[in-house]
């Protein structure tokens, strides 16, 4: 088949908005229907309508036919998905950051010219493996091995959860190396395996039933691979560090993947409240609807600052290994928006909201994992806090307040907070507080974010009240850290416990 080169050259409001048109009539289709919506995959007829916009082509090099791997023009792709469906822009979310991006920068060229093809000329997908049954949040601990035989690896373990299971064709496998004495090394390797070649075997052993994202494929997947040496990626440093760089920048395009989700889901909700009367009124009589609908804009607020943020700091090219302040700030704080965004949506329908045709219930289940997959969020939060307590003890500067005033990703924003980040905190805090901590410090940089975005001319109003709704987050979440109770469970909590023996 031909590619059709327009798409390449094309302006890219053309392209996207084009695009668009096409997800719009499908979507409306497809969620007209009930059976339809909770289909284990998209039809291969509505796929072939999506892809035949290329829409891949953003996230590959110009030099191999895509339109260049331009931040802004993948967030705004995954934008464009999201409005319509979470399903579809994860799944372009997986093949950007996981797949094409660290192809792009790390894989060997002899590899990219034909893979870019397939992608371009037959709709082909990739993901990455890093989860196994026993190590997820500890991905490090990984027991996939691999070890040279001869000019080849050889590649062996079982991974699970991977996005796109049994449905892409390349995948990137994370292993680690077996030493001479048969252990493992603590450096992670990256190789790219092709499925359709012979001796590349990913076997799917199971599929998972997973509640929600229905259309994409999650299962247990045993590798048993012979790739050669070239499909080994190559790190700048270490392979930690091109791993961190890969899951940072992917993090960083996660507000790609809300922002649509994030505006439609405000625009329904907005327009419901208008038009449902209650005793002859709008649901707008109400105070605390209001107060709802405006902690929706404040989430597109703080989503579009993020983007803004991203599109100029995360290029493939960048090395973003150290960024994990604000990779992990973005990432848990827009997924909890997500969430707090579907939870808002389906209470506000009312009985309505809980039927699987509206968009707020199933963005309840569908947007739930994103607070687990790259790093469960409390563990992203704790993660920000004990980076920063450390410094904070080290440099024996531990007023919150004065640290976060001199540190450049607040320099603008601290001094809105200035009397309720008077506080000490030290390293020694436990877990409990190094989350809250995270999740204060986190509002802070986004505050700086948001500040910036309005520098540019974004609209005033919608600037001043998301700064006035972090405010009064990060008030409450003082109080959170402030207060004493150290709950622990009970031991055998089923001892004395039955409130009917006691009637
Ligand atoms: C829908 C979906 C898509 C996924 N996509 C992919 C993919 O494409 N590729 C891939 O390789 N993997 C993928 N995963 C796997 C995902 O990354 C892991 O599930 C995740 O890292 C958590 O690992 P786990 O399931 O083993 O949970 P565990 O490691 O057992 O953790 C369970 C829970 O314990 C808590 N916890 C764990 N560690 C900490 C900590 N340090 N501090 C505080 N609390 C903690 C958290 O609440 C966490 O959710 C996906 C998972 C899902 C559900």
């Known amino acids: 088949m031909e590619i059709d080169m327009q798409y390449q050259v094309k302006p890219f409001q053309e392209f996207i908005s084009e695009f668009k048109t096409t997800l719009s009539e499908l979507f409306k289709e497809r969620n007209a229907n009930p059976e339809e919506i909770i289909t284990r995959s998209y039809s291969p007829e509505m796929l072939s309508k999506?892809?035949?916009?290329?829409?891949?082509?953003?996230?590959?090099?110009?030099?191999?036919?895509?339109?260049?791997?331009?931040?802004?023009?993948?967030?705004?792709?995954?934008?464009?998905?999201?409005?319509?469906?979470?399903?579809?822009?994860?799944?372009?979310?997986?093949?950007?950051?996981?797949?094409?991006?660290?192809?792009?920068?790390?894989?060997?060229?002899?590899?990219?010219?034909?893979?870019?093809?397939?992608?371009?000329?037959?709709?082909?997908?990739?993901?990455?493996?890093?989860?196994?049954?026993?190590?997820?949040?500890?991905?490090?601990?990984?027991?996939?091995?691999?070890?040279?035989?001869?000019?080849?690896?050889?590649?062996?373990?079982?991974?699970?959860w991977q996005g796109l299971t049994g449905m892409a064709d390349f995948w990137l496998v994370a292993s680690r190396g077996k030493t001479s004495k048969g252990d493992l090394g603590r450096d992670i390797s990256l190789f790219h395996v092709d499925v359709q070649q012979k001796d590349q075997n990913i076997?799917?052993?199971?599929?998972?039933?997973?509640?929600?994202?229905?259309?994409?494929?999650?299962?247990?997947?045993?590798?048993?691979?012979?790739?050669?040496?070239?499909?080994?990626?190559?790190?700048?440093?270490?392979?930690?560090?091109?791993?961190?760089d890969t899951l940072h920048r992917s993090r960083m395009q996660f507000p790609g993947m809300a922002m649509g989700f994030l505006k439609r889901a405000t625009e329904e909700a907005?327009?419901?409240?208008n038009e449902r009367l209650v005793r002859g009124n709008s649901l707008l009589q109400f105070d605390k609807v209001n107060h709802q609908i405006a902690e929706l804009q404040n989430a597109c607020t703080i989503c579009a600052a993020m983007c803004y943020r991203s599109a100029l700091t995360s290029g493939y090219k960048e090395d973003l290994a150290l960024f994990?302040?604000?990779?992990?700030?973005?990432?848990?704080?827009?997924?909890?928006?997500?969430?707090?965004?579907?939870?808002?949506?389906?209470?506000?329908?009312g009985g309505n909201g809980y039927k699987i045709e509206n968009l707020g219930a199933r963005a309840i289940m569908d947007s739930r994992p994103f607070q687990i997959f790259e790093g469960p969020n409390e563990m992203l939060f704790s993660q920000i806090s004990e980076g920063f307590t450390?410094?904070?003890?080290?440099?024996?500067?531990?007023?919150?307040?004065d640290y976060l005033s001199e540190h450049e990703l607040c320099a603008q924003s601290a001094s809105l907070f200035k009397e309720e980040l008077n506080f000490h905190a030290d390293r020694t805090i436990p877990q409990r507080k190094h989350v809250v901590l995270g999740r204060i410090i986190a509002k802070v940089i986004?505050?700086?974010?948001?500040?910036?975005?309005?520098?540019?001319?974004?609209?005033?109003?919608?600037?001043?009240?998301?700064i006035a709704g972090l405010k009064s987050d990060?008030?409450?979440?003082?109080?959170?850290?402030?207060?004493?109770?150290?709950?622990?469970?009970?031991?055998?909590?089923?001892?004395?416990?039955?409130?009917?023996?006691l009637v």
């Open 203 to 244: 076997t799917v052993e199971e599929y998972y039933n997973n509640y929600g994202l229905y259309p994409i494929p999650y299962g247990k997947n045993k590798i048993d691979v012979r790739a050669p040496e070239e499909n080994l990626l190559v790190p700048e440093t270490t392979g930690i560090k091109m791993l961190m």
């Open 324 to 349: 994990g302040v604000e990779a992990n700030t973005i990432k848990a704080s827009v997924t909890d928006l997500m969430q707090q965004t579907a939870q808002t949506l389906t209470q506000l329908q």
């Open 50 to 160: 999506i892809m035949a916009h290329k829409p891949l082509s953003v996230a590959i090099p110009q030099e191999y036919g895509g339109r260049g791997l331009h931040v802004k023009e993948c967030l705004a792709l995954l934008e464009a998905a999201s409005y319509e469906s979470i399903s579809l822009t994860l799944i372009f979310g997986i093949n950007f950051a996981l797949y094409l991006e660290p192809l792009a920068k790390y894989g060997h060229h002899v590899n990219k010219e034909p893979i870019y093809k397939r992608f371009l000329e037959e709709g082909k997908m990739g993901g990455l493996m890093i989860s196994e049954p026993l190590y997820g949040s500890d991905a490090l601990s990984m027991q996939t091995s691999h070890e040279k035989e001869g000019s080849n690896y050889k590649i062996q373990g079982t991974k699970h």
């Open 270 to 273: 907005s327009k419901y409240c």
């Open 446 to 466: 986004i505050a700086n974010y948001v500040m910036e975005l309005g520098n540019q001319g974004y609209a005033n109003g919608l600037i001043s009240n998301c």
């Open 474 to 501: 990060v008030k409450t979440l003082v109080s959170t850290f402030n207060a004493s109770e150290q709950i622990m469970p009970v031991e055998h909590p089923s001892k004395d416990a039955s409130w009917f023996d």
């Open 390 to 401: 450390k410094t904070m003890t080290r440099q024996k500067n531990t007023n919150l307040f």
